[in-house]
């Protein structure tokens, strides 16, 4: 290295912007659904009359899950993407054994995980 050469270290790539719009929708989706559960109680107790006490609880877990999948994902991580994909089966079974609509309930999980597929590449370890 020549005395007069700068030591530069390598430039990270930047997120890509579909990304950023996929996990910060996905934040608000869930905060949201986790506030009504919250702070509705006559939506808590049809929920639970509905499909039992476990309910809140698993849904609460998943969202948990999610979050720390999604903050993978923003990181550009390999594994956030592997745990969303994970707990979007796990729920896509635990609603099923519920005899749930699947389909409306997890129609922005494939639209995460289409994305996610598409930057696979992009993604480290």
């Given at each position: 290295m020549k005395d007069n050469e700068e030591f530069r270290l390598p430039l990270e790539e930047p997120r890509p912007i579909l990304i950023?719009?996929?996990?910060?929708?996905?934040?608000?989706?869930?905060?949201?659904g986790s506030l009504l559960l919250i702070f509705h109680p006559p939506l808590l107790k049809e929920l639970v009359r509905l499909h039992g006490a476990i309910f809140p609880i698993a849904v609460f877990l998943f969202n948990i899950g999610t979050l720390i999948a999604l903050y993978g994902i923003w990181r550009m991580k390999y594994w956030g993407a592997m745990l969303y994909i994970l707990l979007?089966?796990?729920?896509?079974?635990?609603?099923?054994a519920l005899d749930t609509d699947l389909f409306r309930a997890s129609l922005p999980g494939m639209i995460v995980i289409f994305i996610c597929v598409f930057y696979a590449r992009k993604m480290k370890n």
């Open positions: 950023t719009i996929v996990c910060v929708l996905e934040f608000i989706y869930i905060v949201i979007f089966l796990l729920s896509g079974l635990y609603l099923h």
